[in-house]
């Protein structure tokens, strides 16, 4: 199933700024308009405006990528309240719309998260020097991850609930303040370890929500885990990239960096092959790194 065939096409999506937010006409570079993704707290403008961002960005329609400053975090709405993760309640998968709108709402924070990611990844490594098409993918993945928020908000409208309704768990923006140091951090670790472990338990989840007999949260979820599968491709490929550049071995450097900047760890089981699909060896992440591991970083 496409997106258009549940009720949200690509066509005309990033057309025009969304309301507010008409200045972003003007913008100078391509980190303008990330900068303004990322200031933008109301999450249903933020994915508009990433639509637009991206849209311009793709067609050419903007001059250069600029050099506008990302702020240290992305501006956030006052709901949905943020908990430590051990503090998030559980709630059972089933017929009872509660446990799946708490999954739905789960999976929309970590969009929104996903949306600032991809944006903060585009300004904050503006002048390190890397082609076009880092950029590209990078906006592309920016606007896909704006199209699973509005995928997963449409889900809870239906199911007569809202982002925002529900606490959330805090934990994602660490990962990125913690690698925001260098773009060889911050790819073997957003991309190659979060958005691999959404890999990893997406099917799951797809399941449960099939059990549960609803088979358009199950298809939301399905092309969530299916374009997922490219945003690690392009974070792997980007890596690597970065490792040939800096004369650096990928598997050893990229175990170093996980042991040393991911504290959470890996958890197997590993979807091979669903990473496998994304270029992903499991000489990488097989078996997981230890804390304070060598090799080459
Ligand atoms: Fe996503
Ligand atoms: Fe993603």
């Known amino acids: ?10 066509e005309g999506a990033g057309d025009a700024p969304p309301p507010g937010l008409e200045a972003a006409r003007g913008a100078a570079g391509l980190s303008d308009l990330a900068v303004l993704v990322l200031r933008e707290p109301e999450p249903r403008r933020k994915a508009e405006m990433a639509r637009y961002a991206a849209a311009r960005w793709l067609r050419r329609d903007i001059d250069g990528i600029g050099a506008a400053a990302p702020p240290d975090r992305p501006a956030r709405p006052e709901r949905p309240e943020l908990l430590p993760p051990a503090k998030m309640p559980r709630r059972k998968i089933g017929a009872a719309p509660e446990g799946r ?10 969009e929104l998260n996903a949306i600032d990611l991809a944006f903060d990844m585009v300004a904050r490594f503006a002048g390190v020097g890397m082609p076009t098409g880092f950029f590209d993918d990078w906006v592309t993945i920016g ?3 704006a199209r699973h928020f509005q995928l997963l908000d449409n889900r809870l409208a239906a199911l007569g609930a809202r982002y925002g309704d529900l606490p959330a768990h805090d934990g994602l923006w660490r990962a990125a303040m913690e690698t925001a140091d260098d773009l060889l951090n911050r790819l073997a670790v957003v991309p190659m370890v979060l958005e691999a472990r959404g890999l990893d338990v997406t099917p799951g989840m797809i399941a449960k929500l099939s059990a549960a007999g609803d088979s ?25 990239h970065l490792c040939e550049v800096r004369g650096l071995e990928p598997v050893a450097t990229w175990r170093a960096i996980v042991a040393e900047r991911f504290r959470g760890g ?3 089981p590993f979807n091979s092959e669903s990473r496998s699909l994304a270029g992903f060896a499991e000489a990488y992440y097989t078996p997981p790194p230890e804390a304070g591991e060598g090799g080459a970083s």
């Open 1 to 10: 199933m496409r997106s258009a065939d549940i009720g949200l096409g690509p």
């Open 101 to 110: 709108i708490a999954l739905l709402h789960a999976v929309a924070h970590i």
């Open 143 to 145: 606007d896909d991850e």
């Open 216 to 240: 358009e949260s199950a298809a939301v979820l399905t092309i969530i885990h299916d374009e997922e599968i490219g945003h690690v491709a392009a974070g792997r490929r980007w890596f690597e």
């Open 266 to 268: 890996l958890k197997p």
